[in-house]
């Protein structure tokens, strides 16, 4: 059974970073794209960006290119997202998601909720 | 990037009735096309991928149809757990982008 968990709810003050982590078990890691998608209070899903642990080069939505980096740990079965340069409206709930047989998201981490707030 | 847009924005249905959801994309997205569901305070659900492939443990009476730039997702006898927000998203190419969502209320 594939279980994706997230590392638990931040607070932040804007102008920091915050690095949210995604430990995957019950398959394999490498092969796999992990996502990672945003949603603001009340808002809908957005993506922004994703990797494939194996080949290590990441892709991300033009909105979030340059502040945000996603990474992966095959030692470790983890995933990563890190935001630079937070800002209030950054703060939403953050999820990781993984692929199974296609390219959609069959499974996904519980949401990470991230407040920037000073 | 490929633009998402579902509609109606809601849908309001009574109990064991049909619900019809659209979702349209800007430019061809082949079959590559999946529909979740979302209640509140929950994760996201894969309901559908492949435009019409039911995902592991999804009731029957959740279909989805089309391929190219029109997608439809019907729940064919609405049940009171299916009130909830369904959101479409191509994953042809990256960016995987989403629709702004359909929610389904209670009429």
């Known amino acids: ?118 | 990037e490929i633009v998402m847009t579902q509609s109606p924005a809601t849908l309001s249905v009574s109990p064991g009735e049909r619900a019809t959801l659209s979702c349209r994309a800007s430019q061809s997205v082949s079959s590559n096309l999946a529909w979740y569901q979302q209640k509140p305070g929950q994760a996201p659900r894969l309901l559908i991928s492949g435009a019409s492939t039911r995902a592991t443990d999804i009731p029957a009476r959740f279909s989805g149809s089309g391929s190219g730039t029109e997608f439809t997702l019907t729940i064919s006898s609405l049940q009171s757990e299916d009130f909830a927000v369904y959101y479409c998203q191509q994953y042809t190419k990256w960016p995987f982008t989403f629709g702004p969502g359909t929610k389904v209320d209670l009429k």
């Open chain 1, 1 to 118: 059974q594939v279980q994706l968990v997230q590392s638990g709810a931040e607070v932040k003050e804007p102008g920091s970073s915050v690095k949210v982590s995604c430990k995957a078990s019950g398959g394999t890691f490498s092969t796999y794209v992990f996502s990672w998608v945003r949603q603001a209070p009340g808002q809908g899903l957005e993506w922004m960006g994703g990797i494939i642990p194996v080949f290590g080069a990441a892709n991300y939505a033009q909105k979030f290119q340059g502040r945000v980096t996603v990474s992966a740990d095959e030692s470790t079965s983890t995933a990563y997202m890190e935001m630079s340069s937070l800002r209030s409206e950054d703060t939403a709930v953050y999820y990781c998601a993984r692929n199974w047989n296609d390219e959609a998201f069959h499974f996904w981490g519980q949401g990470t909720l991230v407040t920037v707030s000073s």
